[in-house]
């Protein structure tokens, strides 16, 4: 008796999703925090509109100073210091509670049992606001370049990594001062120390050549005035202390920046990696 060849059934596979990569790992992680974004009205208030209800103001105190300092380009100055104070506000300020309501929340925990690694937690997470934040400074240093009439930037390469340089201490700083702070609502609170610096002592409120000179030597050193001080040389080829120069002379005139704003960018990293905290501590 002849008996029939066993055959085995073929198993019956699911549909194979596209591979998980870094980038899809942060379009995901950034999806879900613009979401939660759109939803709180107050982080949205504090992105959106701060920023530009701060412009009046600043706009006041500039031509105030200008009367004394006849030769302050107050309106390149503006630009300047709006694209500053939103790079403050929504990336450093909104980041600095995002990463708290997520931490108190668990759901950093949760990410971190995931494909995702830990650098890529946090920079999905400040996806939303870093797009919204170069959304905004476009749209500003546009729309100034128009109304105001201060021309296009000298050295757009440099305008460019002054934003990059600026972005990147601000989520180093968020991740920093997200483990000093318990709460969401006492964000405003341990915030207040970097956005005061960033305003008063980087040049944004009180541009640094109307400093007395050992003051403004020291401002210089201040975590985000070398990222300022880029972006400005970027547009106007001067960070105030020098005439205007060209395409070329600009890189000179940034070198120091550029220098100061490394070794920044390296300490707000380290201190990123050093005290972030992942989860409540009860």
């Not at 060849?5 to 591979?19: E, I, L, N, S, Y």
């Not at 009205?41 to 500039?62: K, V």
């Not at 980041?95 to 920079?123: M, S």
């Not at 050549?209 to 050193?221: K, N, S, W, Y």
């Amino acid at each position: 008796m002849t008996t029939a060849p066993m055959t085995t059934a073929p198993t019956a596979a699911g549909p194979v999703g596209p591979p998980s990569t870094t980038a899809r790992r942060l379009l995901a992680l950034g999806r879900a925090e613009g979401t939660l974004l759109l939803r709180n009205r107050t982080a949205l208030f504090t992105a959106l509109l701060l920023p530009l209800l701060l412009i009046g103001g600043r706009r006041s105190m500039l031509k105030q100073q200008a009367e004394s300092n006849p030769g302050l380009d107050v309106d390149a100055l503006l630009i300047n210091g709006t694209i500053g104070g939103i790079l403050a506000f929504v990336v450093y300020y909104n980041l600095t509670a995002a990463y708290v309501a997520r931490r108190n929340e668990l759901v950093l925990k949760r990410l971190r049992t995931g494909e995702a690694r830990d650098v890529e937690i946090l920079l999905g997470t400040a996806v939303p606001a870093v797009s919204l934040a170069l959304l905004m400074s476009t749209l500003v240093g546009v729309g100034g370049a128009a109304v105001l009439g201060i021309g296009m930037p000298v050295n757009p390469l440099l305008l460019a990594a002054g934003i990059v340089l600026g972005i990147g201490i601000m989520i180093g700083l968020a991740a920093v001062s997200s483990a000093f702070t318990k709460t969401v609502e006492s964000s405003g609170i341990t915030t207040l120390p970097v956005l005061l610096l960033s305003q008063f002592g980087s040049g944004l409120l009180i541009p640094l050549e109307v400093m007395p000179e050992r003051i403004a030597d020291f401002c210089r050193l201040l975590p985000t005035t070398p990222a300022f001080q880029l972006i400005r040389i970027g547009w106007t080829g001067t960070d105030g202390s020098a005439a205007a120069t060209g395409f070329g002379g600009s890189w000179s005139t940034a070198a120091p920046s550029l220098a100061t704003g490394a070794v920044w960018l390296g300490l707000a990293a380290w201190g990123a990696v050093r005290y972030f905290r992942w989860e409540s501590r009860r």
